[in-house]
């Protein structure tokens, strides 16, 4: 019985699953879900392309990893297979969970797990009436705000965005006022107005990797990929933030594990990055102008890596690329700075570990370039292991 992958184009993440699957000589096979026909009848169901019929080739199959990267397609496959009877991972309850912050939150609050105060005011902020004429609601969305969260630091963001997109933090209603006006529904932000109250973090936030296989408890990974620097309050690498690898304390483990369960219910096998933030509130042992240093003396080295990311051998040759990219982060991580900022971060988490929140669960996070080299987490493993289980016990 083999496996299936399902994505829409392969990028670096989907050739290092099927890579790692050689290595564990599992046969992965290929099911595609943009231009394909998806037919449902009285007699069954087919899936074809205009060149090749997949209907038998899915039959075989028990289990879909589904690496479909946009959130709606990702919802649909899931749905789609799981009504042909494939187990799918992630499930589409997880799926259907993680594509809004509010309802991961929500899951997340339901188990008594920390997460960063929230409010949520259904109301869009300008809307149409018959008649044409435009109604403001902004005023009321931020006294709303204002009034729950009884601070003026306000962190804006859409439910379902990715990559920091569009989240925008305001220090005093005049600054919150012109951010509501620009909100409009949108397939990132179907409806209504998210908002937290800005987390007294550092420079640092978390993506930490929690994997269930079928019949065995959640399991969060010993490591951790930290983003960190001084760039941007967002601390997502696409904004130019670097990446450290390190070792979470068993407090944040357990936590962590926990906000699986709380996302994952009784489904037989998942894969989730969750993001996580700790909140410091001033107690740091280092200034920041003495780490803002030591980010610059790491720049180079990050730079090296970026690099070879950048390398467009990684369409072509891949496995000789990926060496490439290997090399370039053990001299990243071998760097002086590296291992002081590691330390630094290590050390306040374990100071600060009980002001752990958790914030945001996705479903089909990106690995072999960052959270694979940094961490040392192979996602690719343990979902081709998390697929296995589910084969095995049947
Ligand atoms: N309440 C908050 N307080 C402080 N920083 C926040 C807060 N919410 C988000 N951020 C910062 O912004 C980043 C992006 O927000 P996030 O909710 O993870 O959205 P995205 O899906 O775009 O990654 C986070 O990684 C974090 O660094
Ligand atoms: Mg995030």
Redesign the pocket.
Same mark, same amino acid.
């Given at each position: 019985m083999s496996i299936g992958i399902l994505f829409e184009s392969s990028e670096t993440d989907e050739k290092g699953i099927n890579m790692t699957a050689e290595q564990m000589g599992i046969d992965l096979v290929y099911i595609p879900f943009r231009k394909v026909a998806v037919r449902l009848d009285e007699h069954g169901y087919s899936i074809r392309t205009k060149a090749k019929d997949y209907t038998k080739v899915i039959k075989d199959i028990k289990v879909v990893l589904n690496r479909a990267q946009s959130k709606n397609r990702r919802l649909f496959a899931a749905n789609v297979l799981e009504a042909f009877g494939k187990h799918v991972i992630n499930p589409q309850c997880v799926e259907y969970a993680c594509f809004s912050?509010l309802r991961t939150l929500l899951h997340f609050w339901q188990a008594g797990l920390p997460t $960063?105060?929230t409010v949520y005011v259904p109301v869009d902020s300008t809307e149409k009436t018959l008649d044409g004429r435009e109604i403001h609601n902004e005023g009321d969305i931020a006294d709303l705000f204002l009034m729950e969260l009884n601070h003026q630091n306000i962190?804006v963001? $859409?439910d379902a965005?990715?990559?920091?997109?569009? +989240?925008q933090?305001a220090k005093e209603r005049n600054e919150l006022l012109p951010i509501l006006r620009d909100i409009q529904p949108s397939i990132i932000n179907p409806v209504g107005v998210l908002a937290?109250?800005? +987390?007294?973090?550092w420079f640092y936030?978390l993506r930490i990797i929690v994997t269930k296989e079928d019949r065995k408890a959640p399991y969060c990974y010993p490591t951790a990929l930290a983003?960190a620097g001084f760039k941007?309050?967002?601390?997502?690498t696409f904004l130019g933030n670097m990446v450290v690898g390190v070792n979470l304390p068993s407090h944040i483990r357990e936590v962590a594990a926990k906000c699986g369960k709380a996302m994952g219910g009784d489904s037989k096998a998942y894969l989730l990055a969750f993001?996580a933030?700790v909140g410091v509130n001033g107690n740091k042992d280092v200034e920041d102008e003495h780490l803002m240093e030591e980010f610059e003396k790491l720049e180079p080295s990050f730079d090296a890596v970026k690099k070879v990311k950048g390398d467009k051998t990684k369409r072509t040759s891949f496995p000789a690329w990926n060496r490439k990219l290997e090399a370039a982060f053990e001299n990243y991580k071998s760097q002086e700075p590296y291992l002081y900022i590691k330390d630094v971060i290590e050390d306040s988490m374990e100071k600060n570990k009980h002001n752990i +929140?958790f914030?945001?669960a996705?479903a089909c996070p990106e690995f072999w370039e960052q959270t694979r080299l940094a961490a040392g987490i192979n996602i690719a493993e343990a979902l081709l292991k998390g697929a296995q289980s589910i084969i095995n016990n049947e």
């Amino acid at each position: 019985m083999s496996i299936g992958i399902l994505f829409e184009s392969s990028e670096t993440d989907e050739k290092g699953i099927n890579m790692t699957a050689e290595q564990m000589g599992i046969d992965l096979v290929y099911i595609p879900f943009r231009k394909v026909a998806v037919r449902l009848d009285e007699h069954g169901y087919s899936i074809r392309t205009k060149a090749k019929d997949y209907t038998k080739v899915i039959k075989d199959i028990k289990v879909v990893l589904n690496r479909a990267q946009s959130k709606n397609r990702r919802l649909f496959a899931a749905n789609v297979l799981e009504a042909f009877g494939k187990h799918v991972i992630n499930p589409q309850c997880v799926e259907y969970a993680c594509f809004s912050k509010l309802r991961t939150l929500l899951h997340f609050w339901q188990a008594g797990l920390p997460t $960063p105060e929230t409010v949520y005011v259904p109301v869009d902020s300008t809307e149409k009436t018959l008649d044409g004429r435009e109604i403001h609601n902004e005023g009321d969305i931020a006294d709303l705000f204002l009034m729950e969260l009884n601070h003026q630091n306000i962190v804006v963001k $859409p439910d379902a965005g990715t990559h920091g997109k569009g +989240v925008q933090l305001a220090k005093e209603r005049n600054e919150l006022l012109p951010i509501l006006r620009d909100i409009q529904p949108s397939i990132i932000n179907p409806v209504g107005v998210l908002a937290q109250k800005l +987390v007294q973090k550092w420079f640092y936030d978390l993506r930490i990797i929690v994997t269930k296989e079928d019949r065995k408890a959640p399991y969060c990974y010993p490591t951790a990929l930290a983003r960190a620097g001084f760039k941007d309050f967002r601390t997502n690498t696409f904004l130019g933030n670097m990446v450290v690898g390190v070792n979470l304390p068993s407090h944040i483990r357990e936590v962590a594990a926990k906000c699986g369960k709380a996302m994952g219910g009784d489904s037989k096998a998942y894969l989730l990055a969750f993001d996580a933030m700790v909140g410091v509130n001033g107690n740091k042992d280092v200034e920041d102008e003495h780490l803002m240093e030591e980010f610059e003396k790491l720049e180079p080295s990050f730079d090296a890596v970026k690099k070879v990311k950048g390398d467009k051998t990684k369409r072509t040759s891949f496995p000789a690329w990926n060496r490439k990219l290997e090399a370039a982060f053990e001299n990243y991580k071998s760097q002086e700075p590296y291992l002081y900022i590691k330390d630094v971060i290590e050390d306040s988490m374990e100071k600060n570990k009980h002001n752990i +929140v958790f914030h945001e669960a996705n479903a089909c996070p990106e690995f072999w370039e960052q959270t694979r080299l940094a961490a040392g987490i192979n996602i690719a493993e343990a979902l081709l292991k998390g697929a296995q289980s589910i084969i095995n016990n049947e």
